[in-house]
Each structure stands twice: as structure tokens, then as C-alpha cells.
């Protein structure tokens, strides 16, 4: 555990329980980098020293991240279910996704995670038009993520692949009808019955790729906050932590895509 | 007592004489049941004996008043292990005692009579495999060995009989079975013990177990007049299943004589044994499990049959002995074998009820 | 007092409330609505949790009327199906998971270890109005109409059988899940980081052992049912198909889904109540409690086990006897570590110097209580006897016992220790004792008639049932009666205390904690200087030293 547990007490030493209406000079112990004996102006009251508090919100960070694991994890549970009952669905499901976008949109968010790398760094050694420059480019990919996700859903919205929409079965019955798709995958047509179990499939693409996107829009915002931010002078004065852990939460969103591009865009590929 | 006015007191009488505090025991697996119920009472009475007996003596010696200075004491390796290890070994005694009854309760014996029972908002519809229906009713025979298969039609229901100590869950969309053998004749309570909906409270029944020749009386006087693989040859023939299972050398779907039970390997290399659960994944979602050697093209009847329609095909499957019942299905179906079956005709002709009366089919 | 009583309290001629505390820091709504103090927060967490258990016990006590006749002759079906939905919703969500962590953690946490406050203030703040938007969504499902597919939401009843706000429940138990989750993100990242110099983890009260466990838990468990509920609504409003069978989907994926969550959140209801016990216990018997260690390690490892154990709640439905034998096993198992406690608590009052004030009352009834609820618990996780009582009364019966026996007490035991601390005012002591016995012949009276009515089959969930059934019901509802009284009393003496109880000084109990070596009520940063740990948790001999040095020096001429 951290220094300030370490210090004072365990050899035994002896101290009183001080009554409150004593004042005692508190025996605090210095603030990183600062040579005065004031405490920075972000330090919060209830912290020791600016590492705890820059420790504490880091853990707070990591935990959260936990929380979403398993927030996902309960889709991706469904997903090993249905995915081992109807392999053949969702591999013809599978088939209507454009492995290119999802190719792209990978690249696109493992540039941004880069570019945002960049902007911790940039932070942490106090460059600010680095750091603007940095959350700009995250930003913008961000947007071309979204932008791109928003072309496949607009395809997915024309063929009737929306569960619960009018979902079309015709595109899987007769996979001749959609020559684009059928140019790449000579699919030969379903049954009904399994037919009807990509509706599963598109039901966790759109909750999975859907639960992400939203994750995507909160961070695009977030960034935007830090970008204006970022211009009048913050995150570069050693109070790094807003954007060391938002870099924590976007590269968690670019994690949870590529499981994603893995599982739902490239099943019967090997 | 005469103060109190007979009025009020009728409910105290009517309560005590006719409040049950245990369940009767009405299956061969009730009393073993309550010997493992006994048996964890006793370990939990003396438990919690024990526990209460301590803190009352600890509280009495050692109160503040008799015993003012408390001793510090940090604790002790030997009692932890103890307390741990004896009711691990409690537990472990009641876990395996326990899983072997439940091993007892869904494991039904090989010469286990057959109902099927169907749960929907808010009624039990009882199928007997001789034609007998009944709701919210269910009539067994003492002494026998009897195997219930459950399916809902919409929600989970549970089907529950306490005086059997058996409960089992009607799912939508899956069998589950249960079995036991009922010991006293007498009428006993069915519940409905899973909530299902506004009228999860009314979905209770009477099991009613009757002495053997009771039964048989039953039986004949309840029959509908024709036995469940009796109405399942009539589907058989209208749903145009015989276009494709025709018992022909060059049908397209495998002949479903002595199918049910047989060991089959399916398209994809597995190989399964051919129970009620496989026959109704085959009609609803064959082209999952489809015999190896056959082409997929049997379409599936989702939404064309209703639970018992499936019940009714099965137990006409399972009764297949010979090709025969096959054959009389070819001579009353409309179309043609050579033709997909695809479209199920409208139902058949008296003609067909004729000629599926001809023989009974074989139990 | 006589000598049956810890209690020391001040001269009560010169006592005064300490005139700056945290409750007279500022005033005005604004301060308290937008505070970050940890104690402001558990005091509102306290307003709210109450008005919730207001509403799900008036529910409780309708159906407990209703259930007085065999025939459904007081309220329709469909009203009786969402009294008992809103009753368990309420219950669970809104009042036994946020109490404990929200009252008691976050008012204890940041004291017991020595800092100022929870490590994220803000976010502190966020879980509550988290939890009261939450309760907004409920409280509007109930007004326009109500829910009725029990607290369990079982698919397919809930997706596609049902006209109720199914929806507005939902939405209401997903933003009170992330309630949950902050407060548990918040109280480990306290406790790791935040603990004062000299206090290892091993000189930590059991209290907050108890709580870690409990968030590890929140932190684990808590987002699945997040992700059950969007299922759910998503299902109903557009049909995704996840858990209908007609499209391909399980409705038995929902249960697992469910219980992986509502398992873990059982003992998310009990372990705070544990850690309370363990410091009644020790105080009341001024001794440490016996097996420190062994209760620490007890509480992870509780918390460890819940996550293998959902399954026991879906026995019967079609799981595979394979994964039956695993789930029973492991539910036997995780009742180990509960037994563990138990006996380390009897053990605690061997040579110890026992007094009987409200809190160890209390105490004592949760541990009878929860070794009741226990017990009957491990007759649920031995598959044999699930099969016959599973979805009775005895279920009902089982989960009371340990939730209302157990939490429950625990809670009025931790509420009364702490009410001094707290307040600044003591409570009335032999109302206190009354209202303790009151509450544990009423709870049992209620309760073990069910355990009769589960084993003869009365089925759960049931608006009106066989007439045979009525002599044990109607004494369950007699029993009912006499609970209410048991939380009435309280619910009023303690509100009285706020005026006219006894100023109750720093440390009324003589306890060695060190949210008692500071005023109460406490200072708004709790400790003008962060204290220095050097002496083990339940070290009564330091407190006596620090007692003896006290009066040595406030009057050192006697000397």
C-alpha cells in the first residue's frame, strides 16, 4: 500500500487521540512537485496529498471499468449461447455485414486510442497544443466511428434487418436476391427454421454494437468538455488524472470493439 | 368456554380439528423425503440449540454484574476447524442424500406410464395417452410407476402435488418430465406454483389416485375415443408427413418406425438418442437435426401445430412398431408422395378417421 | 443506570450537543441537496430508504389482510399480483440493498478508518440521486398502475403476457442498480486508499470488512441485472426475441441472467448486517470477537462463493443434474462461512463482560433468527427437499427469516448504536429493549407458520388458496400485527430522541472504534487532524489507558 499508511505509528509509538477542540498543527506531508508547505489548489480537501487523490480517482477508474465488463458480459453470455445453437444463422447473419466498415471502424478507434495515448502524454508533460491537437484527432475519429457505424445501420435499416421491424427472412431464404452479398459468400438458402434464428443474430449485433455506440457518444462528449477545456489552460498543470482515466475508458471502448468486430464480423472466417 | 359466544368459538374449533400441520404421504418418494426433512430438522434444532444455549449460559455466567472484567481471549485454530469441518461434514451428509432423492425424482423407471401435461394461462390440460383428457384433473393408478412430460404454451408454469413431493416446471418451448408412483388412493391437492398471471391462484387441480380396477373403469368411461397416436396418425396424414416419412425405399425422409429411443447420428456427426425432446425439435426445427444420410429439406411446422398437436405426432411415433399405420397414412392423405408437403392440406376426410380406427394401435 | 448497562453518559445538567457539528455546519435545503459530507448523505440516504420501506410495508400489510380469508374476497387478483410485485420490488431494490451500504456505510466508512471522507464526495452524491430517480420511475409505476410480474420479472410473463409498467419498474431497479455501483466503486477505493496511518488492514473493525465484501459484490454483480432489465425492456418494446422461444430465444437465459445478480445481492442484503453484529457483540461483551480473522476472512469469502451459487433458484427448471449437483454443492459450501461467524459470536460472549442494552437485544435475535433462516436455507440448497418446497411458503418463509430476522435486526441494532453518535441524543433505553422483544415474537409469529404452510404445499404468489391453509395464515397475519408495532415504536421514540433524548457525549458504549474517539455528533471533516492507528481494532485495554489518561488529565490535582 501507499506511503502515507506507511508512515507514523506501527513501531509502537504511542500517541493520543487528539480532542477536538484542540488545534494541532497537522503533520502533513509534502505535495508532489510543490515546494510550499499550501497545498495545490486541486487538491481536494479530504485527500493526504495530491498522489493519493491522483491514486484513489486512478483505482475508482479501473473499478468502474470492471463494472462495464461485466455489464457486457452479460451480452456476450448470450452471444456463446445462441451463437453455438445457431452457428449457421448467425454465420449467415454474419454474412451481411460488410467486413470492410468493420475493418475501417477497428483501424479508425485503434488510431484514436493512439492519438489519445498521445494526449495523456501530452498532458503529463505539459503541452498544450499537443494535448488540444491530440483530444481533436480522438475526437474526430471518434466521429468517423460513429459516421461509419451510422452507413452500416442505415443498411441494415434498408434490407428490414431490425428485429422487431418488419424483419425480412428473404435476404437468408433466398440469399440470390442480394447479389452483393451472395457475389462474396455463395450462400445456399436457409430453412425456415434456422432462417428464422438470424433475427437472433441481428438482435445481439444491434444490442452489442448499439450498447458500444452509446459508450462511443458519452466519450465523443466527454471529449468535447475536455477539448474546451484543454484550450483555456487545463490538465497541463499536473492535475492529469481527468484525462489519464478518461484514456482508460476510451481504450476499454476500443477493446470491447475489436471482441466485437472478432465475434460478430468475422464468425466463419479463419 | 360457555362465555364465549359458539359463534366465534365454531372457528377455533374448525381451525384446530381441521388444519393439517404435514402433508399426507401419497408416493413411494414422500416418506423418504421426510426422513431427509426429519433428519436436517434435527441437525438444525440441535444447531441452533446449541448456539442458543450458549449465548443464554454465556449471558447468564458471564453478565456484567457477576462477571465484570472481560477476558480477552483472540480465538483458537481447534475450535475454528471444528466448527467448520463438523458442519461441512452435516452439509455434505444432507447434499448427497439430497442429490440422490433428486436423482430418484427426474430418473423415471423404464416401465413409467406416460401422461403428457400441458400448462396455459390458467389451466392444466391433461393428455392421457389412451384419449382420456382432462383439466385441472389428473387420474393415476396406486402402485404404478407414472412419468409426467410437461410443456407450456406460453409462460412457466409449475406443476406441483405435495402429497408426492414432486414439482416440476412447465417451460415454453422445451419438455420436462418428472415421474412418481402414487401409493394411497385418495384425492390430493394440484398446484400451479409458479406465477403465471392474473389467475396464477386459480390453476389448481385434484390429483385423483385410484386402486387399479378403479382406474381401468376410469379409463374406459373417460376415453374420448380416440387415443393420442390415434389423433397423431390423423395429423400424420393431413400435415402430409407421409409425403417424405412413407417407409419407401427411395423416401426422402427416414422411416420413423422403432424410431423412438433408437440411437440416430445427426448431419453434423452427433449422435443422439431419439426421445419426445428430439421428435419435437425434428417437427419444429428440423433442419438442426436432421439424420445423417437425408438432405435438409424438411420445412418446419412452427406455427402450424399446436403443443398438443406435437404431443399427439409423438405419441403416434413412438408407437410405430412396423411401417404399417405408415402405409394407411399414404392411403388417406390427398396428396401425392412424390409432391414437397410443403403445404399441409385442409383436414381429412371422414374416410381417414375410418381406416384409423381399423386395429388399435398398439400400447 | 443500574448495572446492566454500558451506557456512561455526561453530566446531563452541563452536557450541550457540540454547537459545531455537521448537521449545524450550514443549513437550508440547498446545503443538504447538494452536500458532499458522507454523513449528510447517509442522513438522506435514511429519509429516503424509510419513506420506501413505508410503502412496501403498507404493501406487505394489505396482502397480509388479504391473505386472512382463503377466498381473494378483499382485492381483486390483479391488484393482489402487484401488491406482492411492488411489495418485493420496494423490498429489494429500494430499501434492503441501498440501506445498509447508504445509511450506515457511508455515515461509518470514512470514521471507522480515520479520514474525512469517502474517496469520490461527488460521486457519493450521484448514487443517491441516482437511487431517488430510481425510486421516482417506481413510484410512478405504482401510481399509474402498477406492475404484476413479481419482483423476478420471469420472462416470458414479463415480456409478452403482461399489461402492467413492466418498463417503468425496470428503468426504475437499472438507475437504482447504478446507484449500487457507484456506492460500491466508492467504499473500496476508501478503503484502499484512505485508511489512516497505522490502520493495516488487520486493526480494521470487522464493520468494514463486512463492507468491502459488500462491494465487491455491487462492483461483480450489480451490472447484470443492468444488462436484465434493458433486455427486458427492449423485448417489450420491440421484440428483440432474446428469451422467446418462438423466435429461437431461451426464457430460461433471462433466469440465468437474473440470479446471477440477485444471488450475489442476497448477501449484499446480509453481509452489512454481520459486520453491525460483529461490533454490537464486541462491545456488549467488551472483548474483541473471538476469530477476528477468521469473521474477515468469512465476509470475502461469502462474498467470493455468491457468485457460484444462482442456479439453486432454477432447480427445477430443466437445469442439468450435472450443474444441479455443482450449484447444491456450492450453496452448501457458501453456507459454511456464515456458520463460521455465527459460533465466533456465541464464542465472543465466553468470559466476556455481557449487558443487555437495545443493540446486543437485537443482536441476540439475529443470531437466533439468522441460524433459523440459515438452516432452512441449507435444507433449500439439498436438492431432494428443493423439489418439494421450492416456490411455497417455505421459500417465502426462508428468505424473511434471514432478510427481515436477520437484516432487519441487524440494522435496528446498528441504527440504535449509532443513533448516539449520529444524533448526539441517546434514545429511550427500556422503549429500546421493548421494541427489540416486540419485533422478534411479531417477526416470529409472522414467519414460522410459513415454514408449516411451505411444506404442505401452499404455493407462493397465491391471491387465494385451499381453506384447510386459513388457521396458519391467520396466525401469520396475527404475528404481522404485532411486527408493525415492533418497527412503529421505534419509528417513533427515536424521532422524540431528536428533541428530548439524553445528550449522549463522545462514546456512550465505552467502544473502542474510532468514529468514537470523536464528538457527537461528528465535525463535518470528522477529525481536525487525521488520528494515528497504533493499537489493534477491540482493544479495550487501550481504551481503558485512554479513559484513565483522560480523567488524569481533566483533574490532575486529585492526583
Not at chain 1, 204 to 209: G, N, S, V
Not at chain 3, 541 to 548: C, F, G, K, P
Amino acid at each position: 500500500m501507499r506511503g502515507w499508511n506507511a508512515r507514523a505509528g506501527i513501531t509502537g509509538e504511542k500517541r493520543r487521540p487528539v480532542p477536538n477542540n484542540q488545534a494541532i498543527v497537522p503533520a502533513a506531508s509534502e505535495p508532489a512537485g510543490a515546494g510550499h508547505n499550501e497545498h495545490p489548489s486541486y487538491l481536494l480537501h479530504h485527500f493526504q496529498s495530491v498522489e493519493q487523490q491522483a491514486d484513489t480517482s486512478n483505482f475508482a477508474m479501473w473499478l468502474f471499468l470492471l463494472t462495464e465488463m461485466m455489464f457486457f458480459g452479460g451480452l456476450f453470455t448470450a452471444y456463446l449461447i445462441y451463437r453455438n445453437w445457431y452457428y449457421l444463422a448467425f454465420v449467415a447473419g454474419s454474412h451481411q455485414l460488410n467486413v470492410v466498415w468493420g475493418t475501417l471502424n477497428t483501424v479508425v478507434l485503434i488510431c484514436s486510442s493512439f492519438t489519445m495515448a498521445m494526449g495523456v502524454w501530452c498532458a503529463e508533460t505539459r503541452r498544450r497544443s499537443g494535448l488540444v491537437l491530440c483530444l481533436i484527432l480522438t475526437f474526430i475519429l471518434g466521429l468517423g466511428f460513429l459516421g461509419i457505424k451510422t452507413i452500416e445501420y442505415s443498411e441494415k435499416i434498408e434490407k428490414h434487418h431490425v428485429p422487431g421491424f418488419h424483419y425480412n427472412l428473404s435476404s437468408f431464404l433466398d440469399p440470390a436476391s442480394d447479389p452483393e452479398i451472395f457475389k462474396e459468400y455463395h450462400d445456399k438458402p436457409l430453412p425456415l427454421d434456422i432462417a428464422r434464428h438470424t433475427e437472433l443474430y441481428f438482435s445481439l449485433y444491434f444490442l452489442m454494437t448499439g450498447m458500444h455506440a452509446l459508450h462511443m457518444i458519452i466519450g465523443i462528449g466527454i471529449l468535447g468538455f475536455m477539448i474546451f477545456r484543454a484550450r483555456a489552460g487545463a490538465y497541463i498543470s499536473g492535475h492529469v488524472t481527468f484525462v489519464e482515466n478518461f484514456g482508460l475508458y476510451w481504450h476499454f471502448i476500443d477493446i470491447v470493439w475489436i471482441y466485437l468486430f472478432a465475434l460478430l464480423y468475422l464468425i466463419s472466417r479463419h | 368456554m360457555n362465555h364465549i359466544s359458539p359463534v366465534i368459538w365454531q372457528f377455533p374449533v374448525k381451525w384446530m380439528t381441521n388444519f393439517p400441520l404435514f402433508p399426507p404421504e401419497a408416493s413411494t418418494i414422500a416418506p423418504q423425503m421426510d426422513a431427509l426433512l426429519f433428519f436436517m430438522v434435527l441437525v438444525s434444532l440441535i444447531g441452533l440449540t446449541v448456539v442458543v444455549l450458549l449465548i443464554i449460559s454465556f449471558s447468564i455466567l458471564y453478565n456484567k454484574k457477576r462477571h465484570p472484567v472481560a477476558e480477552q481471549i483472540e480465538g483458537s485454530i481447534l475450535l475454528e476447524a471444528t466448527w467448520t469441518i463438523i458442519p461441512l461434514g452435516l452439509f455434505l451428509v444432507m447434499f448427497v442424500w439430497g442429490a440422490v432423492i433428486y436423482f430418484r425424482v427426474f430418473t423415471p423407471p423404464a416401465n413409467a406410464m406416460n401422461i403428457y401435461v400441458v400448462g396455459k394461462q390458467w389451466m392444466w390440460k391433461i393428455e392421457h395417452p389412451g384419449g382420456q383428457h382432462e383439466i385441472n384433473a389428473l387420474h393415476v393408478p396406486a402402485g404404478r410407476a407414472v412419468q409426467l412430460t410437461l410443456i407450456s404454451q406460453d409462460v412457466f408454469h409449475s406443476f406441483s402435488i405435495p402429497a408426492f413431493r414432486v414439482k416440476r416446471e412447465a417451460i415454453p418451448g422445451r419438455y420436462t418430465t418428472v415421474w412418481f408412483e402414487a401409493t394411497t388412493p385418495g384425492t390430493y391437492h394440484l398446484f400451479c406454483t409458479q406465477y403465471c398471471g392474473t389467475n396464477h391462484s386459480q390453476m389448481i387441480g385434484d390429483v385423483v389416485v385410484q386402486t387399479p380396477e378403479d382406474y381401468r373403469k376410469w379409463l374406459s368411461n373417460s376415453t374420448s375415443g380416440v387415443s393420442l397416436a390415434q389423433d397423431g396418425e390423423r395429423l400424420f396424414a393431413s400435415l402430409s408427413c407421409s409425403a417424405c416419412h412413407n417407409a419407401r425405399p427411395n423416401a426422402r425422409g427416414p422411416n420413423l418406425a422403432n424410431v423412438y429411443g433408437s440411437r440416430l447420428t445427426l448431419s453434423n456427426g452427433q449422435t443422439i438418442t431419439a426421445d419426445e425432446a428430439y421428435l419435437r425439435q425434428s417437427i419444429l426445427n428440423p433442419s438442426q437435426h436432421i439424420t445423417q444420410g437425408y438432405a435438409p429439406i424438411m420445412p418446419t411446422y412452427q406455427g402450424q401445430i399446436s403443443e398438443e398437436g406435437v404431443i399427439a405426432l409423438i405419441e403416434f411415433i413412438k408407437n410405430l412398431n412396423s411401417d404399417y399405420r405408415i402405409q394407411q397414412t399414404l392411403n388417406t392423405t390427398d396428396l401425392p408422395p412424390e409432391s414437397e408437403g410443403k403445404t399441409p392440406p385442409a383436414a381429412q376426410a371422414p374416410a381417414a378417421k375410418a381406416h384409423a380406427t381399423q386395429g388399435r394401435v398398439k400400447k | 443506570m443500574s448495572t446492566n448497562t454500558i451506557v456512561s453518559l455526561p453530566d446531563q445538567e452541563t452536557a450541550r450537543i457540540p454547537k459545531k457539528n455537521f448537521l449545524t455546519k450550514e443549513n437550508g435545503l440547498l446545503s443538504w441537496l447538494l452536500t458532499r459530507d458522507h454523513k449528510r448523505i447517509a442522513i438522506l440516504y435514511l429519509i429516503t430508504t424509510t419513506f420506501f420501506f413505508i410503502i412496501g410495508g403498507a404493501a406487505a400489510a394489505l396482502i397480509r389482510l388479504e391473505l386472512l380469508t382463503p377466498t381473494g374476497d378483499m382485492v381483486s387478483s390483479d391488484t393482489y399480483n402487484k401488491l406482492f410485485s411492488i411489495h418485493g420490488i420496494i423490498m429489494v431494490f429500494f430499501f434492503l440493498v441501498p440501506i445498509a451500504p447508504g445509511v450506515l456505510g457511508n455515515f461509518l466508512i470514512p470514521l471507522m478508518i480515520g479520514a474525512k471522507d469517502v474517496a469520490l464526495p461527488r460521486i457519493n452524491l450521484l448514487s443517491w440521486y441516482l437511487f431517488v430517480i430510481g425510486g421516482c420511475f417506481e413510484l410512478y409505476m405504482m401510481i399509474f398502475g402498477g406492475v404484476d410480474t413479481g419482483w423476478t420479472f420471469t420472462t416470458p410473463l414479463s415480456t409478452h403476457y403482461v399489461n402492467s409498467h413492466v418498463i417503468g419498474a425496470a428503468m426504475g431497479i437499472f438507475i437504482a442498480g447504478f446507484s449500487s455501483i457507484l456506492t460500491g466503486i466508492n467504499f473500496i477505493v476508501t478503503i484502499h486508499k484512505m485508511r489512516a496511518p497505522g490502520m493495516t488492514w488487520f486493526r480494521l473493525p470487522l464493520f468494514i470488512w463486512s463492507y468491502y465484501a459488500t462491494s465487491i459484490i455491487f462492483v461483480l454483480a450489480t451490472p447484470v441485472i443492468a444488462i436484465s432489465m434493458v433486455l427486458i425492456m427492449l423485448e417489450r418494446v420491440i421484440g428483440i426475441g432474446l428469451f422467446d422461444p418462438t423466435k429461437g430465444g431461451d426464457p430460461l437465459l433471462f433466469q440465468h441472467l437474473f440470479w446471477f445478480y440477485s444471488h450475489p445481492a442476497v448477501y449484499v442484503m446480509i453481509l452489512p448486517g454481520m459486520g453491525i453484529i460483529s461490533e454490537v457483540i464486541s462491545n456488549f461483551s467488551r472483548k474483541r470477537v473471538f476469530g477476528y480473522t477468521a469473521v474477515a476472512f468469512s465476509s470475502v469469502a461469502i462474498a467470493v462463493f455468491s457468485f457460484f451459487v444462482w442456479a439453486h433458484h432454477m432447480f427445477i427448471m430443466g437445469i442439468s443434474t450435472y450443474s444441479a449437483l455443482l450449484f447444491s454443492l456450492f450453496s452448501m459450501l457458501v453456507a459454511i462461512p456464515s456458520a463460521i461467524k455465527v459460533f465466533n459470536w456465541s464464542a465472543t460472549l465466553y468470559k466476556g463482560s455481557i449487558t443487555f442494552d437495545t443493540p446486543m437485544l437485537y443482536a441476540f435475535g439475529f443470531i437466533g433468527l439468522f441460524t433459523i433462516g440459515g438452516c432452512t436455507g441449507v435444507m433449500l440448497a439439498t436438492l431432494g427437499m428443493d423439489i418439494h418446497v421450492t416456490e411455497t411458503y417455505f421459500i417465502v418463509a426462508h428468505f424473511h427469516y434471514v432478510m427481515v430476522g436477520g437484516m432487519v435486526s441487524a440494522f435496528m441494532a446498528g441504527l440504535h448504536f449509532w443513533w448516539p453518535k449520529m444524533t448526539g441524543r441517546m434514545y429511550p433505553e427500556s422503549l429500546g429493549r421493548l421494541a427489540a422483544v416486540i419485533l422478534f415474537i411479531g417477526f416470529n409469529l409472522t414467519f414460522f407458520p410459513q415454514f408449516i404452510l411451505g411444506y404442505l404445499g401452499m404455493p407462493r404468489r397465491y391471491h387465494f388458496y385451499p381453506p384447510e391453509f386459513q388457521a396458519l395464515n391467520v396466525l401469520s397475519t396475527s404475528g404481522a400485527s404485532i411486527l408493525a408495532i415492533g418497527y412503529l415504536l421505534p419509528a417513533l421514540y427515536l424521532i422524540w430522541s431528536l428533541r428530548h433524548g439524553a445528550i449522549a457525549g463522545n462514546n456512550p458504549w465505552q467502544a473502542t472504534g474510532l468514529e468514537w474517539q470523536t464528538q457527537s455528533p461528528p465535525l463535518t471533516e470528522n477529525f481536525t487532524e487525521i488520528p494515528i492507528m497504533d493499537h489493534e481494532a477491540y482493544d479495550y485495554a487501550w481504551l481503558e489507558r485512554q479513559s484513565r489518561d483522560n480523567r488524569r488529565e481533566e483533574a490532575p490535582s486529585a492526583e
